[in-house]
T-cell receptor, first 109, second 114 residues
Framework: GQSLEQPSEVTAVEGAIVQINCTYQ??????LSWYQQHDGGAPTFLSY????GLEETGRFSSFLSRSDSYGYLLLQELQMKDSASYFC??????????FGSGTRLLVRP | NAGVTQTPKFRVLKTGQSMTLLCAQD?????MYWYRQDPGMGLRLIHY???????AKGEVPDGYNVSRLKKQNFLLGLESAAPSQTSVYFC?????????????FGPGTRLTVL
């Protein structure tokens, strides 16, 4: 079963900022990754946090707090093309990924 | 480079039939993975491989077998398909160098078992 929790849906307005939270179980935890998946498409890598703190990649940032078993993905200057599902994934041994159930982001004009 | 490719893209099976899904990567990656994704859900790891000739079970291995005879190929087999195996199957690979390695995903195989 899934050992990560994230909201099922988030709605935001174009140009706004949205934060998608993720909590995880700590057993065998190496780091937290984020993937984006458009409808009908394959997941694509967005970001990774192995240490506490913020990682920034363009309009996307990701944060990790190991002590709180918590992370989030921050999307700034939202665009219509950002409408997609976003998955947090816990990195396990052998670089395995255990995925959350995903957050469906709808960006409205 | 083609990246990660999967064959076939679509398939319909009858209960009890068998089939093999092929995953190929041209990035010389050591690590390869098979996931399934059911509607509205995240990906669940079926089996994985840490190198040529190796395989290991993931979260949901029952009803599936895998083989990694060549480094670039990772095969997923269904010996006797069941309707519960109707899903989208994704293959992924990574180079395994350092933590947080990006996994590169294939386009997926959409399988329906009647």
């Amino acid at each position: 079963g899934q050992s990560l929790e994230q909201p099922s849906e988030v709605t935001a307005v174009e140009g706004a900022i949205v934060q998608i939270n993720c909590t995880y179980q700590t057993s065998g935890f190496y780091g937290l990754s984020w993937y984006q998946q458009h409808d009908g498409g394959a997941p694509t890598f967005l970001s990774y946090n192995g240490l506490d703190g913020l990682e920034e990649t363009g309009r996307f940032s990701s944060f990790l707090s190991r002590s709180d078993s918590y992370g989030y993905l921050l999307l700034q200057e939202l665009q219509m093309k950002d409408s997609a599902s976003y998955f947090c994934a816990r990195e396990d041994s052998s670089y395995k990924l255990i995925f959350g159930s995903g957050t469906r982001l709808l960006v409205r004009p | 480079n083609a990246g990660v490719t999967q064959t076939p893209k679509f398939r319909v099976l009858k209960t009890g039939q068998s089939m093999t899904l092929l995953c190929a990567q041209d990035m010389n990656h050591e690590y390869m993975y098979w996931y399934r994704q059911d509607p509205g859900m995240g990906l669940r790891l079926i089996h994985y491989s840490v190198g040529e000739g190796t395989t290991a079970k993931g979260e949901v291995p029952d009803g599936y077998n895998v083989s990694r005879l060549k480094k670039q190929n990772f095969l997923l087999g269904l010996e006797s398909a069941a309707p519960s195996q109707t899903s989208v199957y994704f293959c992924a690979s990574t180079n395994g160098q350092g933590a947080g390695n990006e996994q590169f995903f294939g386009p997926g195989t959409r399988l329906t078992v009647l």
